[in-house]
């Protein structure tokens, strides 16, 4: 069965790095572009980044974009955020998503999520 | 930006209640629409994509309509588990937007 399993969060001071990553299994890893998406703290739902299946382009969403890079090893079927300039409006649980289906620009659907990594950024 | 707005912010139902919830979207987004459902610490799950499809394993009380900037997520008899906060995703272009989410919640 497909799993997402999110690690790399904890408590983090402005400014500072931290790198998350999502470790797939249950499918074949290089065939599905990947998706981060975050929620903090008694919010709704914030599209990340997206890389698609061979790592080809990458997207970012507005507040994280010159910030935040998205990357993956599909030796280790794992997906990465690599997050700098941490801020507190950074804080939040951050969840992996795999894309199934569409063209990479439309369409397709987010059909399988991590249980999310929590960042809180905080001094 | 495409920005998707909900309605409505929350609702209040009985069990075996039809609900329906709309999701507008600022411009033609086609049929590049899907509906997730979040129950508290919890990830979401897919419930529709493509506007109108239903995600394997989803109940068919859930089913999912419109095209271009109106959709409608519709529960045509409201279960005890699906009290939950709704929410719709465009996946038209870049950046993709959520909605803001609409609560469900018990009469």
């Known amino acids: 069965q497909v799993q997402l399993v999110e690690s790399g969060g904890g408590v983090v001071q402005p400014g500072r790095s931290l790198r998350l990553s999502c470790v797939a299994s249950g499918f074949i890893f290089n065939r599905n572009g990947m998706h981060w998406v975050r929620q903090a703290p008694g919010k709704g739902l914030e599209w990340v980044a997206v890389i698609w299946y061979d790592g080809s382009k990458k997207y970012y969403g507005d507040s994280v974009k010159g910030r935040f890079t998205i990357s993956r090893d599909d030796s280790k079927n794992t997906v990465y955020l690599e997050m700098n300039s941490l801020r507190a409006e950074d804080t939040a649980m951050y969840y992996c998503?795999?894309?199934?289906?569409?063209?990479?620009?439309?369409?397709?659907?987010?059909?399988?999520w991590g249980q999310g990594s929590l960042v809180t950024v905080s001094s | 930006d495409i920005q998707l707005t909900q309605s409505p912010s929350f609702l209040s139902a009985s069990v075996g209640d039809r609900v329906t919830i709309t999701c507008r979207a600022s411009?033609?987004?086609?049929?590049?629409l899907t509906w997730f459902q979040q129950k508290p610490g919890k990830a979401p799950n897919l419930l529709i994509y493509a506007a109108s499809t239903l995600q394997s394993g989803v109940p068919s009380r859930f089913s999912g309509s419109g095209s271009g900037t109106e959709f409608t997520l519709t529960i045509s008899s409201l279960q005890p588990e699906d009290f939950a906060t709704y929410y719709c995703q465009h996946l038209n272009n870049f950046p993709l937007t959520f909605g803001p989410g609409t609560k469900v919640d018990i009469k």
């Open positions: 411009q033609d987004i086609s049929s590049y």
């Open positions: 998503a795999r894309l199934q289906g569409g063209d990479g620009y439309y369409g397709g659907a987010l059909d399988y």
